[in-house]
């Protein structure tokens, strides 16, 4: 287990993502992602999701295997998403997990990081911001010292 904090940067290997500031937020269940534009097209028979995450963005990112599902949203509404699997870098562990794509826009963090990529793999700490991932073992032997 690593530590982190209610803040932490994280990546998104598989997209050329780096060093995205995420909240840390263990009452939200899922993880999700600010996206400019989210669209459908069909592509010889087969649909293909198209964002893109800021607006000057030339190109936009491509998914054929992608999923929709309700989310409730920060105001306890719900509404319908689209979702990707997709690896996560954060607190130095590479994890595969599914992220909703939604406009962040009025939200301070352009990624949420909730319970479910968080459970059995970190600790959190919100007093902390940007640990990285701590080792507690390195936490627990300096505090033993």
Not at 21 to 48: L, Q, R
Not at 50 to 59: A, G
Not at 120 to 126: C, E, P, Q, S, Y
Not at 130 to 141: Q, V
């Amino acid at each position: 287990m690593r530590l982190i904090g209610r803040r932490e940067f994280v990546d998104f290997p598989r997209l050329g993502i780096k060093h995205v500031e995420a909240k840390i937020d263990t009452g939200a269940y899922t993880a999700s992602f600010h996206c400019e534009t989210i669209m459908v097209h069909k592509e010889k028979g087969e649909s293909v999701l198209y964002f893109t995450i800021n607006p000057s963005q030339k190109e936009p990112y491509a998914f054929k295997e992608f999923s929709q599902k309700k989310v409730k949203n920060s105001f306890g509404e719900m509404e319908e998403r689209y979702v990707i699997k997709t690896i996560i870098a954060l607190g130095g562990k590479k994890i595969w997990s599914t992220i909703s794509l939604t406009n962040r826009d009025n939200m301070r963090y352009p990624v949420l990081i909730g319970r479910r990529l968080l459970k059995g793999k970190f600790l959190i700490d919100a007093n902390q911001i940007h640990t990285n991932g701590l080792k507690l073992k390195s936490i627990i032997t300096k505090k033993n010292k």
